[in-house]
């Protein structure tokens, strides 16, 4: 936030997942400034504003799909496994109807 202010651009900046972040603006252009701001960072892969994804120049596409990221987040730590897609959650117990001959 400080490096954004000393240029200009007032932003807010919140870590909503682990290298992920959301700057919020309230100004005209500033939209603009941010993403120059973003791409002068070495470790951006990419960056997106109304539900599109912009790339540093001279690139056209992420470092990594989704899923390739998700897989990588997992071996850092970041994010839990996904459990497999055949597992059922577990049934609850108790608090359910008795059957007539319980009663």
Do not use: C, H, I
Request: glycine content about 10%.
């Amino acid at each position: 936030k400080g490096m954004m202010e000393n240029g200009g651009v007032n932003a807010n900046v919140y870590a909503v997942d682990p290298g992920r972040m959301l700057f919020v603006t309230q100004g005209a252009g500033l939209v603009g400034k941010v993403k120059e701001f973003v791409f002068q960072q070495e470790e951006t892969d990419w960056w997106e504003y109304q539900s599109k994804q912009y790339y540093p120049p001279g690139r056209t596409k992420a470092l990594m799909d989704n899923d390739e990221r998700k897989k990588a987040e997992e071996k850092l730590g970041w994010r839990q496994p996904a459990a497999p897609k055949d597992s059922k959650p577990p049934k609850k117990k108790g608090k359910g109807k008795k059957k007539a001959e319980e009663l």
